[in-house]
């Protein structure tokens, strides 16, 4: 285990004393306490803990669509609110939130027509090109409602790349899915996030990866993904253990049948006190 201060590769988000106190008619409510944590550039890192342990409130805080009662949060030296302005997060939420009267394409392209900017002002993928990354070339011309779930989701992940974010910030993106789609969509994440540039040149970082920060309540699902695993504690929460991945990549589904990835899930189950 080791203390959630310390990594080893270049910073991309860095948070310190993070405190998210809501104010209600009855009495504060807590969500978050003292949170602090640093994730690489380039890394994936899932947060896992119980129902209500404030997991959602700290990704919006990581967005800047929440601001800290105390504490901050850097993102490579900007403020959440200077990267919005850049367009350099993208998020992904468990309801994909597609507009039903528009075709797939014109989700996809989207935050481009709401998003009007200078030539040159910032930088942008073709919509095309990102339904060919995810898998949905042929189906440019489908309404959501012709989708599936997964599917669907696909398309709310290629309307996040759009404007080629560094930070791309995931919350429970397949948590409304059947089991068997689930883990299908897992790897095809996997595929994505590896996956480099089409001119073939390197993205952030040097490795074309996007830094993920990705929050699930799916044990198998972090361990399969991620780099390291934060694990939270109950309300209010705070960082309770930061658990390093050692695990090969590329990963396939063979992986989760292996000792060392059912050791993980034994480890992190303990850790949530489910076993």
């Not at 949060?73 to 959440?80: F, I, K, Q, Y």
């Not at 014109?106 to 995810?134: F, I, K, M, W, Y």
């Not at 996030?193 to 309540?217: E, I, M, N, Y």
Request: charged share 25%.
């Amino acid at each position: 285990m080791r203390e959630p201060s310390i990594i080893e590769t270049s910073e991309h988000v860095a948070i310190e004393g993070l405190t998210q106190v809501f104010d209600r008619a009855t009495r504060p409510l807590t969500a978050l306490s003292n949170v602090n944590l640093r994730v690489g550039r380039g890394e994936f890192v899932s947060v896992i803990g119980p129902s209500g342990c404030g997991k959602s409130t700290l990704l919006r805080l990581i967005g800047g669509l929440l601001q800290p009662t105390e504490g901050r949060v850097d993102l490579a030296g900007a403020t959440p609110a200077e990267a919005q302005r850049r367009k350099a997060i993208g998020y992904v939420f468990q309801d994909p939130s597609l507009l039903p009267w528009r075709s797939v394409i014109a989700n996809v392209t989207l935050p481009l027509q709401v998003n009007r900017r200078r030539r040159g002002e910032d930088r942008r993928r073709s919509p095309h090109d990102l339904l060919h990354l995810v898998g949905l070339s042929q189906f440019e011309g489908y309404y959501p409602r012709e989708l599936s779930g997964g599917m669907q989701q696909r398309v709310a992940l290629a309307r996040a790349l759009v404007f080629e974010p560094s930070l791309l910030l995931m919350d429970e993106p397949f948590g409304a899915l059947d089991e068997i789609t689930r883990r299908a969509m897992r790897y095809e994440l996997l595929r994505i996030w590896q996956a480099r540039l089409p001119d073939g040149q390197a993205g952030d970082g040097g490795s074309g990866r996007k830094t993920v920060v990705f929050v699930t309540h799916s044990i198998p699902e972090a361990i399969t993904l991620s780099d390291r695993v934060v694990v939270m504690s109950g309300s209010p929460g705070t960082v309770r253990a930061v658990i390093d991945i050692d695990l090969p990549r590329p990963r396939d589904e063979d992986m989760e049948t292996q000792p060392a990835f059912l050791d993980y899930v034994v480890r992190l189950r303990r850790l949530l006190g489910e076993g």
